[in-house]
């Protein structure tokens, strides 16, 4: 299957500082990416769907402004926490595709702790 | 809405034994994925199902989707320890995967 490369893996930041999370497309052109979110023991979260030149869809709940989504290429969605506090702790998984009714793939993940 | 129903969400076995895990979808689609987690990683693809009557198997996994009865299912044949994992489904809707709440499994020696 194609590869998504998601980074960091871990990250530790103080809270009020900003975190900026990666996910590339290794082998295909993305054109769009999807950024989910996932508590300890549950499912996966949507957060937002992004494609590529164009604004992020946000789920209902999801502050926009605190999570930026940038989908300024065709291989590269960046996912930014702004202002980050403890209960942005979590575990971030973005995840690709390469058109309408392809598979997505997933990245690596982020565990983001704010401490 | 789609909503996505996973069963069993906890299942501890023996090695050896044979289950099925159940997923059930309440509106149309024609694409469902199941998908294995191991903790504190992100997911694995297992299989894509993509239409009616679809059996795909690999290993001692075997996943079946019935889109007239809106079922999937998860078959473990003689189950062995490096299986345990939280195993998913989720399923097409307009684009985006609708999740089930997950199985975790735990497969004891």
């Known amino acids: 299957g194609a590869v998504v490369s998601q980074h960091p893996s871990r990250v530790i930041c103080k809270s009020g500082t900003s975190v900026k999370i990666e996910c590339r497309s290794l082998?295909?052109?993305?054109?769009?990416m999807f950024w989910y979110r996932q508590f300890p023991k549950q499912s996966l979260m949507l957060m937002a769907t992004?494609?590529?030149?164009?604004?992020?869809?946000?789920e209902q709940g999801v502050e926009k402004d605190k999570f930026l989504i940038n989908h300024a290429s065709l291989t590269l969605s960046t996912l930014t926490v702004t202002s980050a506090h403890p209960e942005d702790s979590s575990f971030y998984i973005c995840?690709?595709?390469?058109?309408?009714?392809?598979?997505?793939?997933f990245g690596q993940g982020t565990r983001l702790t704010v401490v | 809405e789609l909503k996505v129903e996973q069963n069993p969400l906890f299942l501890s076995m023996q090695e050896g034994k044979n289950y099925t895990i159940y997923c059930n979808y309440s509106?149309?689609?024609?694409?469902l994925y199941w998908y294995r987690q191991d903790p504190g990683k992100s997911l694995e693809s297992l299989f894509v199902?993509?239409?009616n009557g679809a059996v795909k198997q690999e290993g001692r996994l075997m996943a079946s989707l019935d889109t007239k009865a809106r079922l999937s299912t998860l078959h473990i044949t003689a189950a062995v320890h490096d299986l345990s994992a939280t195993y998913f489904c989720a399923v097409d809707s307009n684009y985006q995967l609708i999740w089930g709440a997950g199985t975790k499994l735990i497969i004891k020696p």
């Open positions: 995840s690709a595709t390469g058109g309408v009714n392809t598979e997505a793939f």
């Open positions: 509106t149309t689609s024609d694409r």
């Open positions: 082998d295909f052109q993305a054109t769009t």
């Open positions: 992004s494609n590529e030149g164009s604004k992020a869809t946000y």
């Open positions: 199902l993509l239409s």
